[in-house]
């Protein structure tokens, strides 16, 4: 006979691990990706293998020379940020910068904090904007989509839609001129138009989504309530004056709206633990999003809405408690 | 069939593995030597009225109740009181017991051995409640807090629902299913009785869906009873839970810190019912109960009725042999029992079960860090944000930790099964709990 195990109950575990919900995102994440690669050929898939290996072995260089600690790279937390910051940028970004994401991503966003479930910032969205800062150039240089181009890397590039409304307005055109350049719903729903390399298909993106539902990865309150905000308050402003205004739709199938709220926002380590807590984050970054697309200096701002509403989940977090059982103050006494 | 009632928060569905259902309960032959521990309550343990040296008789008291909240031991076998001395219980703990030598089965002779079943109760509350008390009852769920003081409400309070807790929502165990397949009639006397002592017009039985023959046999008798119904309720861990169970079926909900009769309910156990009905009825008390033994790599997962005292060795032996691979043994269901050092602990009133477990399933996985997935959060029925209670137990904040709630943890263990990062959170909230509640205690004094 063996030699018994004692510790205290439960002396049962679910089937649930980390690895098993990192690779889960993975999943998810494959249908905007097929559609990346559809659309912008081979340089997106550069830029996503970089990204991935990179993001992998920056990973295990820090934990093993500089923490000297336990290498953990196969827990699928690096390989998610590494697709998540290969879908943030350009397909057709210099490899180098797609290294210097990494180590931004990595060194900065995730293992500067303490490694995983540490740190405060969502890692991919941390390099992003570093990268926005660092090259802005490059940074914002679309390639435009076409499913026949297999080239490395694809010369004709162009604004994003939400780039063009912005610079057109800003030049003094009118929104129904502009209008008949931008793509049709069912092209941004597909995601033939410019922009990051997996922001583009609206439909992937919540095929995604919809598995990590089922999967119980993400629970539906912090997607609902960004998608739902951005749609009011755009529908607001478009009510109010459709001449200037984009409509609620465009709002939301442009820019990186879907890919912030399904994948971005509901980011396990940087969002808020309780439902009305998540309903309030989800809230803050609809919220800044639009007013940096129709107030700020940027044409897109859900990178920086969702920094933003990360900086505060500790707030959220200490000021949001989950309903106590029995908590009610006057008991019930049925007749 | 529409949606069936049950608790609002969280709340786990582990693997039922009920491998034991349906095999009928058998009865384990006396052993030659039992071990008969004082303390079998919640509370105070009891003082020995017998000696060593001193014969005994099946059913005699041997033990008092020493305080309010305590309850009598009965021998549970007849013979010799060989010595009184410190034995291991479930606990792992050295505890004052006693050691019988076994000779025959000679027992009281106002016990009725019969099975014929009596429905007349012509006693008063109080005088069942003396009955209780001086069977020994105690809740046999396995808290074990002293039936009799479940009883006596406290002045200024009422009850108006007695729920008979049939809900067995721990995976693995069977001992109450198939009581109430076996005994469906005593129970539903037992629950007479109990509704008679608590003064209650109503009384529900709770049964988890996964029991339907259970909740069909119930469900028969309860018709042609006044005041007494059967529930059927979702499957869903830790409905077994009092403030669960009471919420699943009167949507009332205990305030954190009370007690049940606060919001009107008591709730016991079908077996409690079953011992009541055999002391009130019988005169009997109780020193015998039906024990799941079970496990995978077990040959033949049994339910047994045992003496009390009778080594678990002897329990393993009549369900096929301690398997070669065995890697933990656990007293009680595999969410909220005891991991246990030896077979050689004695059964006592509040075992429900024993679990053999194989050595690769006995381990736990290495633990990561915290992803803040939340998940502990939305299972814990109590509402409780275990992630950051066993935080702040692990940094010793521990006053932060009663103002998040730590002593209102019903130690489930939802969470901890639950977590992805394999974090033992219940090991930490427990640790919260013991000396959080040193402070209380330590406040109160004062």
Redesign the interface.
């Known amino acids: 006979m063996n030699i018994l195990t004692i510790s205290g109950s439960p002396h049962l575990h679910g089937d649930n691990s980390t690895k098993k919900i990192m690779y889960g995102v993975v999943v998810a994440l494959l249908p905007a990706m097929f559609i990346a690669i559809w659309y912008f050929g081979l340089g997106a898939l550069q830029v996503i293998v970089l990204s991935v290996v990179f993001c992998l072995f920056f990973e295990w260089v820090i934990q093993k020379y500089l923490v000297k600690g336990p290498v953990t790279i196969t827990d699928g937390s690096a390989m998610v940020t590494g697709i998540l910051l290969a879908f943030n940028v350009p397909s057709n970004l210099p490899w180098w910068m797609v290294i210097i994401g990494a180590l931004a991503a990595i060194g900065i966003g995730k293992m500067s904090f303490g490694g995983l479930g540490k740190n405060i910032f969502n890692p991919a969205l941390v390099s992003r904007v570093f990268l926005l800062v660092s090259f802005p150039v490059a940074m914002t240089s679309w390639p435009k989509p076409s499913p026949v181009t297999k080239t490395l890397v694809d010369t004709i590039t162009g604004p994003t839609p939400l780039g063009f409304i912005k610079e057109g307005l800003g030049a003094g055109k009118s929104l129904a001129e502009l209008s008949q350049h931008l793509p049709s719903y069912a092209q941004q729903l597909m995601g033939q138009m410019g922009g990051s390399l997996g922001e583009v298909s609206a439909l992937a993106l919540i095929l995604g989504g919809i598995f990590m539902l089922w999967k119980k990865i993400i629970t539906w309150e912090i997607p609902v309530s960004v998608l739902v905000t951005v749609f009011v308050f755009s529908g607001i402003l478009w009510w109010i004056n459709p001449q200037h205004y984009t409509d609620p739709f465009f709002n939301l199938l442009s820019g990186g709206v879907m890919l912030g709220a399904i994948f971005m926002a509901t980011d396990m380590v940087t969002s808020p633990m309780t439902r009305n807590g998540q309903l309030l984050f989800g809230f803050g970054i609809g919220l800044i999003t639009m007013l940096i697309r129709v107030w700020g200096a940027y044409p897109e701002g859900v990178s920086f809405a969702i920094l933003l509403m990360n900086a505060v989940v500790p707030l959220i977090n200490n000021s949001f408690k989950p309903k106590r059982f029995g908590s009610a103050r006057v008991a019930v006494m049925g007749k | 069939m529409g949606l069936l009632k049950t608790f609002v928060?969280g709340g786990?569905h582990?693997p039922e593995n009920k491998l034991s259902a349906n095999s009928p309960v058998r009865i384990l032959e006396i052993p030659p030597q039992v071990v008969v521990p004082m303390g079998q309550n919640l509370g105070a343990p009891s003082k020995p009225v017998v000696k060593r040296g001193d014969k005994v008789k099946t059913g005699q008291l041997i033990a008092q109740a020493s305080g309010f909240i305590s309850s009598d031991v009965h021998s549970p076998v007849s013979g010799t009181i060989l010595k009184i001395d410190s034995v291991m219980d479930m606990s792992?703990y050295r505890r004052p017991a006693f050691i019988i030598k076994v000779e025959g089965d000679e027992w009281m002779e106002n016990i009725d051995r019969s099975e014929t079943l009596i429905t007349d109760i012509n006693l008063n509350p109080e005088e069942i409640i003396a009955k209780v008390k001086e069977a020994g009852i105690v809740g046999m769920g396995g808290a074990t807090f002293p039936t009799h003081v479940k009883l006596m409400i406290s002045p200024g309070k009422k009850a108006?629902?007695l729920i008979i807790n049939g809900v067995e929502c721990e995976?693995y165990l069977t001992a109450d299913h198939q009581l109430m397949l076996e005994k469906g009639p005593e129970i539903i006397v037992g629950t007479k009785i109990l509704m008679k002592a608590l003064n209650v017009k109503q009384a529900v039985i709770g049964i988890e869906n996964n029991k339907p023959d259970a909740i069909e046999l119930m469900s028969a008798l309860a018709v042609r009873e006044e005041g007494i119904t059967v529930q059927p309720l979702q499957v869903k861990y830790p409905q077994g839970g009092e403030?669960q169970l009471i919420?699943a079926i009167?949507?009332?909900?205990?305030?954190?810190?009370?007690l049940p009769v606060?919001?009107?309910c008591v709730v016991q156990n079908v077996g409690t019912a079953f011992a009541v009905y055999e002391a009130v009825t019988k005169n009997k008390p109780l020193i015998e109960r039906v024990v799941t033994v079970t496990g995978k790599a077990l040959k033949n997962p049994s339910n047994l009725k045992v003496r009390i005292g009778t080594p678990i060795k002897n329990l393993v032996e009549m369900a096929g042999g301690?398997p070669?691979?065995?890697?933990?043994?656990?007293g009680?269901g595999?969410?909220?029992?005891?991991?246990?050092?030896?077979l050689d602990v004695p059964v006592v009133k509040g075992t429900s079960g024993i679990?053999i477990?194989r050595?690769e399933a006995?381990?736990?996985?290495a633990e990561?860090?915290?992803?803040?997935?939340?998940?502990c959060?939305?299972v814990?029925?109590?509402?409780?944000?275990p992630?950051l209670l066993s935080r702040l137990a692990r940094i010793g904040n521990y006053s932060s930790a009663e103002q998040e709630?730590v002593m209102?943890c019903i130690?489930?263990?939802?969470c901890?099964?639950?977590?992805?990062?394999?974090i033992?959170l219940?090991?930490y909230l427990?640790l919260g709990k013991s000396k959080v509640g040193a402070m209380i205690r330590g406040r109160t004094k004062k």
């Open positions: 928060l786990i582990p792992g108006d629902y995976p403030k919420k009167t949507n009332r909900e205990v305030p954190s810190g009370k606060e919001v009107g301690m070669d691979d065995t890697g933990k043994i656990i009680g595999p969410m909220m029992g005891k991991a246990l050092a030896t679990l477990m050595d006995s381990h736990r996985l990561g860090p915290c992803i803040r997935c939340s998940k959060t939305q814990c029925p109590m509402g409780l944000e992630f709630k209102d130690e489930c263990g939802s901890q099964y639950t977590c992805p990062a394999n033992p219940l090991d427990r």
